[in-house]
C-alpha cells in the first residue's frame, strides 16, 4: 500500500504541480499564450473548455462562456489556466 500511495502522490506531482510551477515565470513576467477558439456546446465543461485537443482550465466564478462564440483567451503555456478571455465579434 505505501508503494502505491507514493506512486499516486508522484503522479499527482508531475501532472498537476511541475506545470503550474514552471508557469510561476509565465505570470510574473506576463508572458502568456494566446489562441482563439470557437465553442461548441460539447466543448464546455464545468471548470474547463476542451478545444483544439487541449484542456484550457478556468475559474467558473470569473469567466462564463457561451456556445456558438468565438473567444480570444489568454492563457499560461503548460498548466493551460486561463487568465482572460476576450469575445471575438465580426
Keep these: 500500500m505505501p508503494v502505491l500511495l507514493t506512486v499516486a ?7 498537476l504541480s511541475i506545470p503550474c510551477l514552471l508557469d510561476s515565470v509565465s505570470v510574473l513576467t506576463r508572458n502568456y499564450s494566446i489562441e482563439e477558439i470557437s465553442l461548441q456546446e ?4 464545468r471548470t474547463a473548455i476542451q478545444a483544439d485537443n ?12 457561451k456556445a456558438g462564440q468565438i ?8 498548466s493551460r489556466f486561463i487568465i482572460d478571455i476576450m469575445e471575438v465579434t465580426d
Design 42 to 45: 460539447e466543448q464546455l465543461g
Design 9 to 15: 502522490l508522484l503522479f499527482i506531482s508531475i501532472t
Design 71 to 78: 473567444y480570444r483567451i489568454t492563457y499560461t503555456p503548460r
Design 54 to 65: 487541449q484542456t484550457f482550465h478556468y475559474n467558473p466564478a470569473q469567466f462564463t462562456f
